[in-house]
């Protein structure tokens, strides 16, 4: 049996597809078959050439680390999920979009999500289906993976494992709490999951900012209680005097950067009451830089970064989806929907960086 796998081979190059042998399940792996697969913004750096500076493998770099899946088949002495649930071909499953190495000290520590051996996916190298833009994903011996229940549809469970993840563990590591004030920057997939995590959290306002009334207006449907467009409140000055007046001169407790610009950063402490945290997600491109008063952070507002989450997060996430959704239009993520063979295609539409794009979220279907 043969597999599709789309391989960035150059940066500013179109995906190449290409096919591979199925391995064989070594005891204690699985084999999905593929569902679908999230274009999250780093799929989208490294389609742009913004990763330049990590070098890609001489057969090129193997795509797509977001998605969900069901079962194809299951290697020897695998019956259960993580969790000890039983496990049969055909069940839908989410699974850790981490592969970390387990040896190096960060994953010694239980932080897999900051590992430092993260191998690049090379194409051609065992077990072949190591991207979920492909037909197939392999997950090793031991890998975490959790039956998903039918009640959440493909396109809620799609984005789950990168974006819902990364988002909520930003939440838990500001220690985000009932009561508080939450800033969302950027209204896109991200943002808008941020804001319903938020309000399920019990905060008591969250201001959600973006530039797209459409996006702006879906972040209400999430949970907004106050949005701000960028282009009526087009400067820092105006956009932090906004969020001192709707926190009633509190200032915020949480600021989540989830757009990707660096400038946000001195932006978002200055929105900050004293004691706030600032998580950085967006900003995964290296070489950015901001300037900042480093004097403000003795009122004791933190700056931290999130990246990814731990594996144990993923089952209650899958309770998140369901005691919302009856709530939130986590449907509505997922903006656009294209086959595996128009990955090229998706691409484009889904670029964010004009600012233009409706698109909140895109898959790919095999
Ligand atoms: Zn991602
Ligand atoms: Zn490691």
Request: proline content about 7%; hydrophobic content about 40%.
């Amino acid at each position: 049996m043969k597999g599709r796998v789309v391989v960035c081979k150059e940066y500013n190059k179109p995906f190449v597809i290409e096919e591979f042998e199925v391995p064989a399940l070594e005891p204690g792996a699985i084999l999905l078959k593929m569902v679908q697969s999230g274009i999250c913004g780093s799929d989208l750096h490294y389609w742009r050439g913004d990763q330049v500076n990590s070098p890609l493998p001489p057969t090129g770099r193997v795509m797509g680390h977001e998605g969900y899946g069901v079962v194809h088949s299951l290697g020897r002495e695998v019956s259960t999920d993580s969790l000890g649930a039983p496990l049969h071909e055909g069940d839908r499953v989410v699974y850790t979009a981490i592969f970390p190495c387990n040896h190096c000290h960060m994953c010694l520590k239980g932080a897999t999500n900051l590992c430092v051996n993260r191998p690049v996916p090379a194409a051609g190298e065992y077990p072949y289906f190591t991207g979920t833009y492909a037909d197939y994903l392999y997950l090793p011996p031991g890998h975490p993976v959790f039956g998903a229940p039918d009640s959440i549809p493909d396109e809620v469970l799609a984005p789950l494992n990168c974006a819902m993840g990364t988002v909520t563990q930003g939440l838990i590591s500001a220690s985000a709490h009932q009561g508080q004030s939450v800033v969302i920057q950027g209204a896109g997939g991200l943002g808008l999951t941020a804001t319903a995590v938020a309000k399920d959290m019990g905060a008591d306002q969250v201001i959600v900012l973006d530039r797209l009334e459409n996006r702006l207006q879906l972040a209400e449907e999430f949970g907004a209680d106050h949005t701000i467009n960028i282009e009526e409140f087009n400067t820092p000055e105006a956009r932090i005097g906004r969020i001192w007046e709707l926190t009633r001169g509190r200032g915020a407790d949480i600021v989540m950067e989830l757009a990707g610009r660096a400038e946000l950063l001195a932006e978002g402490i200055e929105m900050l009451g004293n004691g706030g945290t600032f998580v950085e997600i967006g900003d995964i491109v290296p070489g950015r830089t901001v300037e900042i008063d480093p004097s403000t952070l003795l009122k004791g507002k933190r700056i931290i970064g999130s990246l990814m989450y731990p594996a144990h997060l993923l089952p209650s996430i899958l309770d998140f989806l369901e005691r919302n959704q009856d709530k939130r239009p986590f449907h509505k993520i997922v903006s656009h929907k294209f086959k595996l063979e128009d990955v090229n295609e998706a691409f484009p539409k889904a670029e964010w960086q004009a600012r233009q794009t409706d698109v909140t979220r895109a898959v790919l279907v095999p």
